[in-house]
Nanobody, 121 residues
Framework: VQLQASGGGLVQAGESVRLSCEVS????????IGWFRQAPGKEREGVQC????????YFAAAEKGRFTISRDADKNTVYLQMNSLKPEDTAVYYC???????????????WGRGTQVTVSS
């Protein structure tokens, strides 16, 4: 099983980034995929999750209105569209997978390696 997160980089405040999580070895028909982030010196926190049925769960760092999770089951890929980025969004962003339920920081079957997003002011 592999989760490959990509799409991060250095951007200016106010710009947009779309992260991708390409999943192999498991099917989005059965697994929920969540996005998490970890800023320097802080604990990892959940952002958003999309279930195997397409339902969306918002975690503490959901950034509703600025971030949108989506998935393409044909491509086995989940996206996180991030708009109006702020310097405080700077973090390593990870995707994770859990069977049937949204993954959490403490209960996750599979983690991806993460992609760095740096937002400059």
């Amino acid at each position: 099983v592999q989760l490959q997160a990509s799409g991060g980089g250095l951007v200016q405040a106010g710009e947009s980034v779309r992260l991708s999580c390409e999943v192999s070895g498991i099917s989005l028909d059965y697994y929920a995929i969540g996005w998490f982030r970890q800023a320097p010196g802080k604990e990892r926190e959940g952002v958003q999750c999309v279930s195997s049925k397409g339902g969306i769960t918002y975690f503490a760092a959901a950034e509703k209105g600025r971030f949108t999770i989506s998935r393409d089951a044909d491509k086995n890929t989940v996206y996180l569209q991030m708009n109006s980025l702020k310097p405080e969004d700077t973090a390593v962003y990870y995707c994770a997978a859990e069977l049937n339920f949204c993954p959490t920081v403490r209960r996750t079957s599979y983690w991806g390696r993460g992609t760095q997003v740096t937002v400059s002011s």
